[in-house]
């Protein structure tokens, strides 16, 4: 597992544009980002043009603020009321007719509304989108990166500063762009770089001292290798795996009920991580781990998996929330394990 660890780092966008996602969206981001394509997505096929649906017509700001034969499609004092969000909530008409919004974009809509219905003057009039083709499977797609056999490339010449073939590597790209590397930390940056990646906690004061006073590479081995061996080490690194598999501990809806037991789940993993349980057998217990000849414990805490997404215990539809929570599981898995989207 720690093979597939460090290319997951290699893999990782730089920490500065991590925090920009992770940022609130201002209004007029907003707009753009959710609202402009839910719109164009799910509803300006009906209401736009000179004849829309119910006489709503979406594509602008005073369109909407007109609203259609059921008056104002939107309140900005009582947000509640407006009828398009009681319309997408599926509360009296149902849209889109064609099957409910995710709760994340009704939840983008509510936020849209109560912030005032920013709309940027780039965007004044709004088209509807194109028809999109079903998926097919032909020579174009074949080519996505993810469908392709893992090579071993050849390795490029080595650098006189580099120690290994990642070197060589690091050496080549920044080659060519033109870049040179940094001079070499001294002993007690590389120790807390070593510590922060690998724990995400500060190193002892003693594990600095001891490799300052005698800076060579096999103490550089041992005490990665002794951070390797920190329960810290599970800890850190399962965060990342118990984000992208959507992990939390309450329902979310209204209630936000707690998942009972679902801790069990978050330590299995971070056991997997400490234990350098093989990436593949990881894979398999999450998926299957209640039909596997060799089952344990484990392996059925593993299956835990399948319950971590947002749950609504009280759906307005239970059969289209039945077929949300399959779409749910069957996107995650695509996206962690198979590198689809």
Known sequence: MRWA?????????????????????????????????????????????????GGLSLSTRAQLLKGGDSGPA????????????????????????????????IEAIQQWIATGLEWPADLAELK???????????????????FQPVRRPAVPAAPAWGHNEIDAFIAAGLQNRGLTPNPPADP????????YNITGLPPQPQQVETFAASPTQQNWSALVEQLLHSPHYGEHWARHWLDLVRYAETNSYERDGAKPFVWRYRDYVISAFNSDLPWDRFLTEQLAGDELPDRTPDSLIATGFY????WDDE???????????????????????????
């Not at 009681?86 to 409910?100: C, I, N, S, Y």
């Not at 307005?316 to 779409?327: G, I, K, Q, T, V």
């Open 5 to 53: 660890l460090l290319l997951a780092i290699c893999c990782l966008p730089p920490a500065d544009a991590l925090a920009d996602e992770q940022q609130p969206a201002g209004p007029a981001e907003l707009f753009r980002s959710r609202i402009a394509p839910l719109l164009q997505q799910s509803c300006l096929k009906c209401h736009s043009g000179d004849k829309p649906e």
């Open 74 to 105: 939107v309140s900005a004092t009582d947000v509640a009321a407006s009828l398009l969000l009681q319309a997408v909530r599926w509360e009296g008409p149902q849209m889109p007719p064609t099957g409910r919004l995710p709760a994340r974009e």
């Open 128 to 146: 509807s989108a194109p028809v999109r083709k079903a998926p097919e499977v032909n020579a174009e797609t074949k080519q996505h990166w993810s």
């Open 188 to 195: 007690r940056h590389l120790v807390r770089r070593a510590a």
């Open 307 to 310: 319950r971590l997404g947002r």
């Open 315 to 341: 759906p307005a539809d239970p059969e289209l929330a039945f077929y949300d929570d399959m779409d749910d599981i069957i996107t995650t898995t695509g996206q962690t394990m198979l590198g689809l989207s």
